[in-house]
């Protein structure tokens, strides 16, 4: 028998977009609070998202092989272009030697011109002069001949090198989409192996729902100036007609920048304040704090809270959840209705927001129906502790591929879990 409470605390968004990793939003900057979260992902929606990631990856596979093969065929001596470039190579050696030649012939005629006998007739220097002149016109062809076949060398090697250049960095490319995939991929079979554990652990879980179990977050400011701390109350009732053995307050917060893309999740602190003692207390990283003990039917508790802000966080929004579980000494268990947000802004340090409402409720509820928190006493001290209450773990979906398209980029989800044995 287990109590397990998950709350929602990203929203999905597409690949193309950036993701929104809390439940807040910058519908804050337009005074309309609205606290959006996204519904945990059924097992067909993973199982789907699985299938569509091990598709992309199995595509990425296939590319970079044929990127690899593109690669190896253009650096092999039948590439086209190969070819084409070694024939222009050739072309411009044999105008090179042509060139050369005719400069030689063209050596010749002058030294054979300069070398006739005084006694050499008028037909012979004619005819010496008339092939000197034409050794000189072959040789200047020759030279505009090897000056093209040059540059038919040199365009034909460029494209050939163009070419290899750009297949070796198709196969980078390649190569990073087949990596970047197989996260994908891993994330979302994980995502998938997680979320049927779960399911097959929520087949014992064999505690209630309580709506009468309420929490409700009195005098939390709806506007706090970061460097500064708001003092406020949690108030737990059990509006049920059956005393309540322990019932275990639960509060998670979160908050972002204005533009609701900067997680501020390690500036903004929330603590509470036992009734026995006058030294606060960080809420623990399962969000729960001591259990109230014997919560009479009818009754309430109310918990002293802190939220502390860091003077060095921005202008923000932020969100406090808070709900509500309990456990009887008889095994039987319950939990409260699902997690009731609080919205607020964050005033950058130094602000003067002057008189400020109090908080109230989101309209927009996350989806948690099956998660469960643990909670604090009757109207006295909050008495107990949660060192062995059991373990805790932490599961992750961020699936950032167009694999994940059909449920969304990403969602991260923060899970608790209790064990009947732990609260004996």
């Known amino acids: 028998m287990k109590i397990r409470r998950i709350l929602a605390t990203a929203v999905a968004a597409a690949v193309t977009t950036p993701a929104v990793l809390l439940s807040v939003t910058p519908a804050f900057a337009d005074g309309k609070p609205a606290a ?23 595509d990425a596979v296939a590319a970079e ?6 690669l190896e065929a253009a650096g092999s001596d039948t590439d086209p272009l190969t070819v084409a470039a070694q024939e222009a190579a050739a072309a411009a050696v044999a105008a090179a030697t042509a060139k050369t030649d005719a400069d030689q012939a063209v050596v010749d005629a002058r030294a054979a011109l300069e070398n006739l006998p005084e006694t050499a007739t008028d037909e012979q220097r004619t005819a010496a002069e008339t092939a000197l002149a034409e050794a000189e016109a072959a ?13 038919e060398a040199a365009e034909a090697a460029d494209a050939r090198d163009d070419a290899r250049v750009a297949a070796a960095r198709a196969v980078g490319v390649a190569r990073k989409a087949t990596k970047a995939a197989l996260a994908d991929k891993t994330a979302a079979d994980e995502a998938l192996a997680k979320a049927k554990e779960e399911a097959a652990e929520e087949g014992d879980d064999d505690c209630v729902s309580e709506a009468r179990l309420t929490t409700v977050v009195k005098g939390l400011p709806s506007t706090v100036v970061a460097g500064t701390k708001a003092d406020f ?24 920048d204005r533009s609701g893309l900067k997680d501020l999740g390690d ?12 030294t606060w207390k960080n809420v623990d990283n399962e969000h729960y704090m001591d259990p109230i003990s014997r919560l009479g039917a009818g009754a309430h508790a109310d918990l002293k809270m802190r939220l502390k802000i860091d003077a060095s966080a921005p202008a923000g929004n932020g969100v406090t959840f808070v709900a509500g579980d309990y456990w009887n000494d008889n095994g039987t268990c319950g939990r409260g209705p699902d997690l009731e947000g609080y919205e607020f802004l964050i005033a950058a340090a130094g602000s003067k927001p002057g008189k400020v409402d109090d908080a109230e409720p989101g309209t927009t509820k996350p989806n948690t129906s099956d998660l469960k928190p643990q909670s604090s006493t ?15 773990s932490t599961s992750q979906l961020a699936l950032a591929s167009g694999a994940a398209l059909a449920i969304g980029a990403g969602a991260v989800f923060v899970v608790r879990r209790r064990k009947a044995d732990s609260h004996a």
């Open 36 to 58: 959006q979260t996204q519904e945990k992902p059924s097992l067909a929606e993973l199982e789907k998202a699985a299938a569509a990631a091990q598709a992309v990856y199995d």
């Open 139 to 151: 040789a200047t062809a020759a030279g505009e001949v090897k000056t093209a076949a040059d540059a």
């Open 233 to 256: 109350e949690l108030r737990v009732t059990n509006g049920s007609d059956e005393t309540m053995d322990r019932v275990f307050p639960f509060a998670y917060i979160d908050a972002t």
């Open 267 to 278: 500036l903004v602190h929330l603590q509470w304040l036992p009734a026995s003692s006058s």
């Open 378 to 392: 009757s109207g006295g001290p909050v008495r107990g502790s949660l060192a062995a209450t059991g373990t805790s």
């Open 65 to 70: 092989s044929a990127a690899v093969a593109a």
